[in-house]
């Protein structure tokens, strides 16, 4: 893909994201979504902490590529969770939005949850 056709960050997300929902109905020994799907919210959840502790022990001690990739891991999996949740990725770009321009200290105090 050329740069001029280079996807931004929130189309991949798009595309990926839709892949992901399309394979709902797919074979589990075919599709590796399919596969999370079928084995449910407990290991979509425990994939999604393998993955965010891998990414955090490479940013510690690995290299930028091992960071990049391992990165790639949990948005990947954060976002098979978000389709079996029913969240979709504008769900979570509307709250990043919402609260652009809010320092974060600021925000953290006015949480009821
Ligand atoms: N982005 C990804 C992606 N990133 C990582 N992975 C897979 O995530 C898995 C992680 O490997 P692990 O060893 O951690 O997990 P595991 O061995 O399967 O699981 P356990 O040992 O924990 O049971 C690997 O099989 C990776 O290939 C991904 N699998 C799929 N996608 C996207 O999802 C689309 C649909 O994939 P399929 O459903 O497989 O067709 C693909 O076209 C891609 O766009």
Redesign the pocket.
């Known amino acids: 893909m050329s740069d001029s056709q280079k996807l931004s960050a929130g189309e991949v997300i798009e595309r ?1 994201f839709a ?2 929902q399309s ?1 709902r109905t ?1 074979d589990p020994e ?6 999370l799907f079928q084995r449910g919210m407990p ?1 979509i959840a ?2 999604v902490g ?2 965010a502790v891998e990414v955090a022990i490479a940013s510690v001690s690995g290299t930028k590529e091992e960071v990049i990739g391992e990165s ?2 949990v948005l ?2 954060l976002m098979v969770m978000w389709a079996a949740q029913g969240i979709a990725p504008e769900d979570v770009t509307d709250e990043l939005a919402r609260r652009e321009g809010v320092s974060g200290i600021v925000e953290k105090k006015s949480r009821n949850w």
């Open positions: 990926v892949v992901i394979r797919a075919q599709s590796y979504v399919a596969k290991k425990q994939k393998e993955e790639a891991d990947f999996h």
